[in-house]
């Protein structure tokens, strides 16, 4: 009988270490059409991305500035080529599933570690004003849209990242596409959110590395993204 330690570590090896499956590679006539579309859809989404993030809170572009960045993302992963939802590890570990409550239960995990380091992020204002300024699309806006636009976010971005960029690479993917996807982000001019970007490109990246697919990766950006979407700004309000 594991203790609550030995159940955490457990739990981490089968989500974020031990793989499931060997790498599905694509076949040599397919890997230069995916290269060149991801390419060209990395270049397009940051700049789109950049332009999204500096929109003033409260103005009505920002709605379909963030949809056509779904749309480049989305698009550009579904050109590149075929991806895989993947398999993860069942708790008795002698079968294999999709990965949904793993995903679940990790996305959580990771959501409660960033919500315990607003806490230390409030009671600095060089570090709280940005974030603040990011958090006004959903307090001037209407957060079910907001909401919406999020989730759809991060189903596309991990459909480019850690599936059509990540199968793209021909090695040292997880370093990557978790470098890629920080730098994305510098053009927010906000610090911690390259933070994050790094933080939760690398969880994701290792998970498509275990389960050999987008499904896990997806599952548990979108429960990460909405809890944070949802929980930071009463979180930040602790500390006013």
Not at 109 to 129: D, H, K, N, T
Request: proline share 8%; net charge positive; hydrophobic share 50%.
């Amino acid at each position: 009988m594991r203790g609550p330690i030995g159940e955490l570590r457990a739990f981490l090896d089968a989500a974020l270490l031990d793989p499931v499956d060997g790498p599905r590679e694509d076949p040599p006539e397919a890997r230069t059409r995916r290269r060149v579309v991801v390419a060209l859809t990395f270049v397009v989404g940051s700049v789109v991305l950049a332009w999204t993030l500096r929109i003033p809170a409260g103005d009505p572009l920002f709605y379909p500035a963030s949809l056509t960045l779904a749309a480049v993302w989305g698009v550009g992963a579904v050109a590149s080529g075929p991806l895989h939802f993947g398999l993860g590890h069942t708790r008795g570990g002698e079968r294999k599933a999709r990965p949904i409550v793993q995903s679940l239960a990790l996305g959580t995990l990771l959501l409660a570690i960033f919500l315990v380091g607003s806490l230390v992020v409030a009671r600095i204002p060089a570090l709280r004003e940005p974030v603040d300024d990011l958090l006004d699309h959903a307090r001037f806006g209407s957060l079910p849209v907001v909401l919406g636009i999020t989730m759809i976010n991060g189903v596309v971005e991990e459909l480019y990242f850690r599936g059509a960029l990540y199968a793209a690479l021909p090695s040292h993917a997880v370093t990557v596409t978790t470098v890629l996807y920080a730098l994305t982000t510098i053009g927010s001019g906000i610090p911690l959110l390259v933070l994050a970007a790094a933080i939760l490109g690398l969880v994701t990246a290792l998970q498509r590395r275990v389960t050999g697919g987008i499904l896990g990766p997806i599952i548990t950006h979108v429960t990460w993204s909405t809890g944070m979407l949802l929980l930071l700004p009463p979180a930040l309000e602790l500390t006013r």
